[in-house]
């Protein structure tokens, strides 16, 4: 099939097609994604009782996902000590999520600099940013309310961060909002039902929820466009940087400065972690939507592929 030209415009989208069909067009996605924004939103600072107190005996993240969970090592800790873990693996995360959101909202930004700034598209884009914005200081009020530290990632990740944000192309840098976006969103809807976690973990988690459907959709619809449109450089590229964000996030998504805050040997702790099966199920049972979907529009091939397989998130 003759692929369609890099500069398409909205109307171009009717006649792509890829692996799951027929694309839609992309101001009717946004627009449909619009109106679900105007039903559907959230103010965190009135919609959570930030002044109720923690409860006492309950988890801030369910165990089962909690790092160590299973381990020789977390069959050796109290209860008290596994549920403070979860409150510091809780607030590791929503650090996670706070670096990942503001590195979201400045490829947003690129992608739409030189797009029609009436279009629905771009006002979807902006409404993304602010939601983002918003879930930023929802993740920054619940770490403070938690009472443990934030958790920044390391200085090496930030930086290839710092490098990603500004060479990324199109393509590379809806993949890796998916990347960031779908295995969190995975872990929140197994945790807002959870009765065993904190009303307001869970309360935060619902709200995340909720609003990164739509994200996730907006990320997805355009990806599956890029990889039809993209010239076949970027579509490479795209393959190998999806890769390597894989391999990086998947390192970040546990950070070794949690374990001495509960009394545990950092070195042990995370030999532990990489030894167990039950933590790489639950990290690649979070991607495998994610992973099927990228598989399907072809962005799992050659080396990129391998990488996904290195990161522990591809099967």
């Not at 693996?89 to 992608?111: N, Y």
């Not at 779908?182 to 935060?204: A, C, H, K, N, S």
């Not at 199920?281 to 994610?290: D, I, N, P």
Request: glycine share 6%.
């Amino acid at each position: 099939m003759t692929s369609a030209p890099t500069d398409m415009t909205v109307t171009d989208t009717e006649v792509l097609r890829d692996a799951l069909g027929l694309l839609k067009d992309r101001e009717q996605v946004a627009e449909r994604l619009l109106d679900s924004s105007a039903r559907h939103s959230f103010d965190p600072d009135t919609e959570l009782d930030w002044d109720a107190p923690l409860e006492e005996g309950k988890w801030f993240w369910p165990p089962e996902l909690v790092s160590l969970y299973d381990t020789p090592l977390w069959r050796k800790m109290s209860l008290e000590q596994q549920q403070d873990l979860s409150r510091h693996e809780a607030s590791s995360l929503a650090s996670l999520g706070i670096w990942f959101e503001i590195i979201l909202m400045q490829l947003l930004v690129r992608h739409i600099y030189d797009k029609p700034v009436t279009s629905a598209h771009v006002r979807y884009a902006l409404t993304e940013i602010a939601d983002e914005c918003r879930h930023s200081k929802m993740f920054a009020r619940m770490i403070h309310k938690g009472g443990a530290p934030a958790y920044p990632v390391s200085r090496v990740h930030h930086n290839l961060a710092r490098v990603l944000k500004t060479v990324s192309t199109t393509p590379g840098s809806f993949a890796c909002t998916l990347l960031g976006e779908e295995i969190l969103d995975w872990m929140q809807r197994l945790t807002f039902p959870d009765e065993r976690v904190q009303t307001l973990v869970r309360g935060v988690t619902r709200i995340h929820v909720v609003e990164e459907a739509r994200h996730v959709r907006y990320a997805r619809e355009e990806l599956r466009r890029q990889m039809i449109t993209a010239p076949r450089w970027e579509r490479e590229l795209t393959r190998i940087s999806s890769g390597e964000a894989a391999r990086v996030f998947s390192l970040a998504f546990v950070n070794p400065d949690v374990y001495p805050h509960v009394g545990l040997d950092r070195r042990e702790a995370l030999t532990q972690v990489k030894a167990s099966g039950h933590r790489r199920e639950v990290m690649q049972s979070g991607a495998k939507r994610l992973t099927d979907f990228l598989d399907e529009i072809g962005v799992l091939r050659g080396v990129g592929r391998r990488l996904w397989r290195r990161s522990g998130l591809l099967a």
